[in-house]
């Protein structure tokens, strides 16, 4: 697919079907997120990929925000190793860079996505024993739309350049 169509056709899917992202598929979406720029190239991105039946009623505990999906990405930073200064630490922002990666080969490959913030990360510790050295930062439901899946009435609504950005 052209870059230009990846970028403004990527929608958030809330209705997956019942079916697991082919292996293939996955491992491409996965490689995205591994080569993803991060904060002086620390990869500091930990992610766990959720398919089974009992990792996905664990998942299902943390966020009401799994839309039925087989396939759910858990993308975590170690923000021991990530980069940082004494007032500021990137393990966050490279984890979205990583996310945003997978989001869109994910949409390359025909796999429909959403990024969720709303989950509990005290119930994702404890499910997934995630060390504290590890923050959960966002989920990733993968898969494929319903044929009834809800559009998102806000997604082709965009700023103009003009309301967005300023020259100096």
């Known amino acids: 697919m052209e870059f230009d169509k990846v970028i403004r056709e990527r929608t958030a899917t809330r209705k997956f079907q ?21 904060a002086k190239n620390i990869q500091p991105q930990v992610i766990y990929v959720l398919q089974s039946k009992e990792a996905i009623e664990k998942i299902e505990e943390a966020s009401p925000c799994i839309y039925q999906s ?15 200064t004494e007032e500021d630490s990137t393990y966050e922002m490279d984890a979205c860079i990583v996310a945003t990666h997978m989001m869109l080969a994910a949409t390359n490959l025909g796999v429909d996505n959403v990024w969720i913030k709303r989950f509990d990360k005290d119930i994702v510790r404890k499910n997934f024993n995630i060390p504290e050295k590890l923050e959960p930062i966002c989920l990733m439901p993968l898969g494929y739309r319903t044929s009834d899946c809800p559009e998102n009435p806000n997604h082709h609504i965009r700023k103009s350049l003009e309301d967005m950005i300023i020259y100096q």
């Open 70 to 84: 087989k396939t759910v990405l858990l993308i975590c930073s170690n923000k021991e190793i990530a980069y940082h």
């Open 18 to 38: 019942n079916k697991i992202v082919e292996k293939e598929k996955l491992e491409k979406i996965l490689e995205a997120g591994r080569i993803a720029p991060t």
